[in-house]
């Protein structure tokens, strides 16, 4: 249908790879907006892509592989609901909390599949150590890329290959007798990112840094406005008066990101300036601890 | 004694280097995580060191399997101060480099976390994510290259590990945090910048009361533009510290919530 096979192809390629990507080299290919510029190429609708991808970065911003735990899959997730959205004419923000995010979900449990499958490799790999197969024990250990690259590769070739029918019907019913349930799909897609929000701050020292939290949020917020409302202005005076060019940009993030990373520098060189207390002697440590050890 | 005289070469470097940016966690299994992996990326020296077919071998490439899981951003660093003990002990450093291994995968797990798990795919994860919403793939590019200044870095360290050895940990140690805690304030700012830009939900509900209709956005932003985005970070935030709770459950209940309050008309 709206997907051709070609390009069912190459996204099913795509992401076998990209989560080879993520586990080695780290070019960056296997993050969400990449993965929603990529899909969007090959559906020939980059901006919708981006959409997708970017909101899907922010709502795993702050959800890492940490010590080995699976977390949802946003860049399969990403690569459906891109297919989805471009293919079949969904709304972005829709397909956002329709598709991507369930499929995210649910990817869990293939990521789970994917290294449970490497364990059969290890016992294997520790067999051929005793027969000092050194041949063997490599290729056991490279032919964890299968089950790591089948895990994603698999359920993404299926959902594209046989889920149009259901995702097109999904979205004449969203559009018509649920339309209540596709606005609410909407502006849980806009809420996503706050997911993302807070679980980084659950891993950041957030108390100890707080000021900083103000401070970000409050500049932004201010400034956010201020180039908001100057953009509006200038869409309306552009459209009463035909001379005046709207000129009028929206506000760098990179601006915002170098206020704070002023803030970061200054507080590196504080604590290195800050002589390392040695931890040798810490017995004697107490609240006049520089008095006493200058008595040593 | 077959303590070998081996040195490590160039072409060594490049080889451990290659192996473990290509494929250092193929091999990932619930069982021992990185072990298979450790043992890959030093193989064909560790064959180089004890020689083919000896019970030497045998017993490190045991010794390398076992479990281990740290950073795969500093995984290079244990294996350079590794290699410079077993190139100079040998097996007698059997019980030393397992005992290493064991100590510095925690810490070095934390830093890379921090740094190359969550600071850096904060602050260019939403500069890119924050273009590609306006459809601008420039963001995304810059996160790349980016990236790639993150590779020539992983490729160097090894053998700065090996030539600093066991010292490198307690010299760089001061640094190492004052870096840390530079890179976490650095992310808890763009967090708060985040949460002005990304989270774009408004009240909608506007009662009318006597005739007059109140609008509840607009006073909001009179108090503090934004403030809706930060509350609902704030009350994640807090569902998130609750017992049993995962980002994943929270991201569905978000959506369930989000898709009431949307249908009750409160919000949008």
Partial sequence: ?296 | MTNSKYKLTKEDFKQINKRSLFGFQLGWNYERMQGSGYLYTILPQLRKMYGDDTPELKEMMKTHAQFFNTSNFFNTVITGIDMAIEEKEGIDAQDTVAGLKAGLMGPFAAIGDSIFGALLPTIFGALAANMAINGNPIGAIIWMVVNFGVMFFRWQQLEFAYKEGVELVTTMQHRLSALTDAATMLGVFMVGALVATMVNVEIAWAPTIAGLTIDVQNNLDMIMPRLIPALVVGAIYWLLGKEKMTSTKAIFIVLIVSIALSALGIVG
């Fill in chain 1, 1 to 296: 249908m709206a997907i051709q096979w070609w390009q069912i192809l190459i996204l099913t390629l795509y992401a076998g790879y990209q989560i080879l990507d993520e586990l080695q080299v780290y070019t960056g290919l296997a993050q969400p907006v990449f993965a929603g510029l990529i899909a969007g190429l090959v559906m020939g609708d980059v901006t919708t892509g981006l959409i997708i991808g970017g909101s899907m970065q922010l709502t795993v911003l702050g959800v890492g592989t940490f010590g080995g735990a699976s977390r949802i899959d946003a860049n399969s997730g990403t690569v459906i609901a891109t297919a989805f959205s471009v293919g079949i004419g969904m709304d972005p923000e829709q397909a956002i909390a329709a598709i991507a995010v369930p499929v995210a979900g649910l990817m869990i449990q293939m990521d789970i599949l994917g290294r449970f499958a490497n364990t059969f490799f290890a016992n294997r790999i520790d067999t051929k150590i005793e027969e000092m197969d050194y041949k063997g024990i490599e290729r056991n250990f490279l032919m964890g890329a299968l089950s790591w690259g089948l895990s994603r590769a698999i359920p993404v070739f299926l959902a594209l290959s046989f889920g149009g029918g259901f995702v097109n019907s999904l979205v004449s019913v969203l559009n018509n007798q649920l339309q209540w349930l596709g606005d609410g799909l909407s502006v849980a897609g806009a809420v996503m990112p706050a997911v993302g929000f807070a679980v980084l701050l659950r891993y950041l020292p957030v108390k100890k840094h707080m000021p900083y939290l103000i401070l970000g949020f409050v500049i932004t917020a201010l400034l956010t406005t201020v180039f908001g409302n100057i953009q509006l202005l200038g869409d309306t005076v552009g459209s009463v008066v035909e001379d005046f060019s709207n000129g009028f940009i929206s506000m760098p993030m990179l601006a915002i990101a170098l206020i704070g990373f002023a803030l970061a520098f200054r507080e590196y060189k504080r604590t290195v300036e800050t002589p390392n207390v040695p931890t040798e002697n810490s017995g004697i440590t107490s609240n006049e601890g520089e008095i006493e050890d200058d008595e040593l």
